[in-house]
Structures are given as C-alpha cells and as structure tokens.
C-alpha cells in the first residue's frame, strides 16, 4: 500500500489556520545533500520540486513522530496547537 | 507571589503522566494533568504489549476491567533472511493463567480508561492544551504556559511525562539534543481479520489467547530494526522499528521497509486477506542508559519516555512509564511533608529509580546500543549463518552429515573468522555483564 493511501485512514482534525512545521532557512534545502526528509518522514509531508528549487511542506498529513526535527536541524517543529492534529482510533 | 493553581502539574496524560497522577490524587493531593490531544491517547502508538505488574500495583485486578485484546500465551522470536526463517520462542500454559503477564492493547483506548480512573480518583485532565514552556521563577521551576488564553498556571512541582518529543527537560539544560542514533521510528499497522483466522494462523484455541512474534535478522541488512507481529482480537499490530540514524544512512523509507516485511514469505501468509485499518508512527528512545537526561531539578522532575526509560532489548516502555511516574510521585508526596521542592530534596527520585528494576534493567543493557552502534553486523552475520547451517543440516541430498559439519565449520571460518567469534562473544558478555 502507499503512503498516500495509508493516510486516508488515519483521522486528522486539522489546524486551517497555522502551520505547526517549518524551514527556518529555505535556501539550506537548495544545498542540502540527500535530503533526508523527503524520505524518513513516515508520512511523505516533505517533498522537493526540483524545478522550482523549493521544498514543499503538507503539514496536514503530519502524523507527529517527530522524526524531522532530528534528521534536520533547519526544520522548525512544534506540536499543533491543542486538540488539532492526528488522533487516532487504534494507536 | 501569586497561589498556587495546583500542588502539581503534569504534562502529557501518557501511561507515565496518568500513573503519577493516580498516586497523587489518591494522596488527596490537588494535581492537573495537561493533555494536547483531544483525549488521553488520542495521539498515543505503541506495538503493544503491556506487562501487567506495575499498573497492577497501583488499581488491582485492573485487567478485568481494563480493554485489553488478548493475554499473551507465546512469545516467539523469528530471525529472518530473504528466504528463510529461523523461530525460537516460548508458549506456556503458565502464561495462561490469571492474573496473566501481559496483553496486546491498543492505546487510544487503553490510555482513555486509564484516564478515567484517574480523573475518577480526582485529578484534573485538561485535554486540548499544550504546554509550551515552564515559568521560572530565580531558577526554580513554578508552572507552565499553555497555548490557552491566559494560560499560565502555577504549582509546587511540574512533573515532565511528556513522552519522547519532549522539550521542557531540555529547556532546563537538563539535556542536550537528541540525536538520531538514540531515537527509533517506529511504524504499525492495525490490519483487520476475523478472529476465528488469527486463532489457526497463529495456534491459539481461543479469541483471548494471544501471540507475539519480534523480528530480526540479516533481512534487515545490517539495520538497527525490529520487526514485530502481535495478535489483538479482531486484528493484527504489524510494524517496524529503525534506529533512525540508518534510516538515514540507508536512505529508507520507513513505510517501504514495513511494505517489504508485509510481504516476506513468512509474513505474508499471517496477513494474507486482511485489511488495514489504521497507520501510525512514533518515536521509540532506545539510547538506553547513557542517553537519559537529568532527572530532576527544582520544582521538576522527568518521568517514562521523556526520561528515556525504554528497554527496546525486551520492548519494555509502557510499563517503566509507569513505574517512573509512581516513584516521581512518591518522592513528591515525601518532599511535600517537609515543604521542600528544591533538586536536593527532589534528588531522591533519581535513588528510587536506581532501587528499582527500572535502573537496574537500564544499567544491564547500558552498553548495548552503543555496541551495536559498532557491530551493526551481529545482527545480521550470526544469524545468516544460524539459517545457512540449519538449511544445510535439514536439506539431505545425498552428502554425509559428517562432511556438511565440515562444510558449515569452513564456512564459519571462512566467513566470520574463528578469531572474530571468539572477539563478538567476548565483546558481547563483557557488555551485558
Ligand atoms: C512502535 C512502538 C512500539 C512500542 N512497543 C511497546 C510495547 O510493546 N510495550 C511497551 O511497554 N512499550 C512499547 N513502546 C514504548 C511505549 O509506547 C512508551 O515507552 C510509553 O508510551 C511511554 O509512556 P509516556 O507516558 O512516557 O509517554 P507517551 O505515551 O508518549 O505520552 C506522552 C503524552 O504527553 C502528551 N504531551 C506531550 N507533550 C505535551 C505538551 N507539551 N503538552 C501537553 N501534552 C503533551 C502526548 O500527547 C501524550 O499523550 C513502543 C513504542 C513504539 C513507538
Ligand atoms: S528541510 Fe532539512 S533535510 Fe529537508 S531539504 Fe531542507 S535542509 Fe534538507
Ligand atoms: S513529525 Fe513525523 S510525520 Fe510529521 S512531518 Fe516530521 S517526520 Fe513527518
């Protein structure tokens, strides 16, 4: 199964006003080597557009492992704001 | 100054957060739990088997009552290579009797009950808020900033449960960051089948009996990972987890490598024909010993994962949360007696755990993550060849058995080098002495 269709099946009350992940510096993903977040993150949240030189965040896919925030140093994490976020029915 | 909100604060209504929070409240003392989900376990994972004793401890006989899949009757060990797979494992009708080891739950709904005898023995869960920092006051820690309007409140003591993306510890200098050799990712599923299925597939005669299957080997190339099967009622738990350090080295994707291990041929036929229902990750702090913060300072103390008590040898988490979380109480209830809070009086917290086989396990398995950290290849090459030699010895095609012997002994030396043996074995005991 892919990600994309895992996703479908995890509940999500997401946060329409604010993003709960960053860059801190988006030119470092212009240089960054390998890029370890397009493929660590159990979720597929970051992905890079070679063409437009930019990283693309879908934070609300964001399942919260924190994962990111050790691979990267320039990605800013913080939890989403209470109640918002993934909630799941198994765990 | 301003009163106090509450005699204690704590933060995340994990298993480590709610067992403090019991302790105190049974103590009639005046303690918040804060929780960022929507309920207690709402953003909870874990593999999950939960040991009974240490909750057992605290609310007896709770497995009846509790929801809890099954109890635990067989514990297998499978070492996989691409093709083969080598079992080794216990079933005892030893495990099968009350009060019982211990269970697969689910922790979305283990944690919510738990919640509830909590809040039943009067303490407060605030749900939907997040702490964002502490308030200090000349040092000493005095309460917490949530994300609420007006949303500071003061205490004596501000208990840390806040699982393994924890920041307040550090906040405090208490430790420094993270680093992707001491955390795991870890990966499920919850893949449905009907329980009359997972009963024959797995040899059980019943829906309340259980197994669990941890996976390991050189299928997984020289990874720090784990695989594991567990059987819940209606379903199966099917995960991994990757010290995250190779994750990055190896440039995997976790949900690939959970997709492959779906599909190894001994994995396979397990979850054949279910669906899945859910997908979760989570961090697991597996660095042990050495990698545990400062546990405590004034008016503070660091409980369960935010300490980063896991025993990842023995997939033991849950219940060091709890365990820790007890004994963080108690040393308050004693600091209490003689309104102390500072970290010398808090201090004594860092001894009850040392006393208890919290520590005690912790301190056994000290060197073992940063040993495999140097040896990824035990994991792999020892039993690659425990696989090659059982095959030899089961495939009869005509060769003596006296020549297969000579045969693996070659291989062995050729291979691992009788030297090398002789240094892992030593390594490995010196180590785990
Ligand atoms: C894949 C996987 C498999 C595992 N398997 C097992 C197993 O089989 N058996 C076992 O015993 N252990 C297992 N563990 C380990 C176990 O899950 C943990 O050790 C245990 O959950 C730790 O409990 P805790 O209370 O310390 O933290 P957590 O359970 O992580 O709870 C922390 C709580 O705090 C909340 N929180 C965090 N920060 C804030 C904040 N700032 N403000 C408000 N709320 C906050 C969170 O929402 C959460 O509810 C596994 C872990 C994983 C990831
Ligand atoms: S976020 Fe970090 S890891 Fe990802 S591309 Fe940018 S610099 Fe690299
Ligand atoms: S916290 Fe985990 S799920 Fe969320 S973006 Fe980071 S790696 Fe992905």
Redesign the pocket.
């Known amino acids: 199964m892919r990600i994309e269709d895992k996703l479908y099946l995890i509940g999500y009350n997401i946060d329409e006003e604010e993003s709960h992940l960053g ?1 801190s510096d988006p030119n ?2 212009k240089r ?1 080597q390998g ?4 493929y660590v993150c159990p979720a597929g949240v ?1 992905s ?1 557009d070679d063409e437009e030189e930019k ?1 693309s965040i879908n934070y609300d896919a964001c399942v919260e492992c924190g994962t ?1 925030r050790i ?2 140093s ?2 800013t994490w913080r939890y989403p704001r209470g109640g918002f976020g993934v909630q799941y029915k198994f765990g | 100054m301003r009163k106090n909100d509450f005699d204690v604060i704590i933060v995340g209504a994990g298993p480590a957060g709610l067992a403090a929070g019991y302790v105190l409240a049974k103590e009639g003392i005046n303690v918040a739990i804060i929780e960022r989900g929507i309920f207690p376990g709402s953003k909870n994972v874990m593999g999950g088997i939960f040991y009974r004793s240490s909750l057992d401890d605290l609310i007896p006989d709770f497995y009846k009552e509790a929801p809890l899949e099954r109890h635990i009757i067989e514990q297998k060990v499978w070492f996989l290579s691409d093709d083969s797979m080598f079992s080794a494992g216990l079933k005892s009708e030893r495990y099968n009797v009350e009060p019982y080891n211990c269970f697969s739950v689910f922790r979305a709904k283990f944690d919510k009950w738990f919640a509830k005898k909590v809040s039943d023995a009067s303490a407060m869960i605030i749900n939907e808020t997040v702490v964002r920092e502490l308030i200090l006051k000349r040092g000493k820690v005095v309460g917490v900033r949530t994300d609420r309007p007006n949303g500071d409140l003061y205490c004596d003591v501000v208990i840390s449960a806040e699982g393994v993306n924890s920041f307040l510890p550090k906040s405090l200098g208490l430790r420094k960051k993270i680093n992707a050799n001491n955390v795991a990712l870890g990966v499920k599923e919850v893949i449905e089948l009907p329980d009359k299925v997972i009963n024959d597939r797995f040899g059980v005669s019943n829906s309340s009996e259980g197994v669990t299957i941890e996976i390991t080997g050189p299928y997984f190339n020289e990874m720090r990972a784990m695989g594991f099967v567990y059987t819940n009622r209606n379903s199966l738990s099917v995960g991994i987890g990757a010290v995250i350090e190779d994750l990055v080295r190896l440039k995997m994707n976790p949900n690939d490598l959970l997709e492959t291990l779906k599909s190894h041929p001994a994995i396979k036929p397990l979850v054949s024909g279910g669906e899945t229902k859910e997908y979760m990750a989570h961090m697991i702090p597996e660095g042990g010993y050495y990698s545990m913060p400062k546990l405590y300072h004034d008016g503070f103390m660091v409980v369960g994962d935010a300490a980063m008590l896991v025993n990842s040898i023995h997939r033991e988490g849950a219940n060091l949360a709890i365990e820790s979380g007890k004994l963080a109480a108690k040393t308050y209830i004693e600091a209490r007696k003689k309104g102390d809070f500072s970290q010398r009086a808090l201090s004594a917290y860092q001894k009850r755990l040392e006393e208890s086989f919290v520590l005690k396990d912790l301190k056994t398995y000290k060197n073992l993550p940063k040993l495999l950290e140097e040896k990824k290849y035990l994991i792999s090459k020892y039993p690659k060849f425990l696989i090659d030699a059982m095959y030899e010895i089961y495939n009869v095609d005509r060769v003596p058995k006296s020549e297969k012997i000579k045969l693996i002994l070659n291989k062995a030396k050729k291979e691992i080098g009788y030297f090398s043996i002789i240094k892992d074995i030593f390594s490995v005991w010196r180590n785990l002495r």
């Open positions: 860059i470092e993903c960054c890029r370890p977040c397009t970051y890079y990283l990111c691979v990267c320039y990605i």
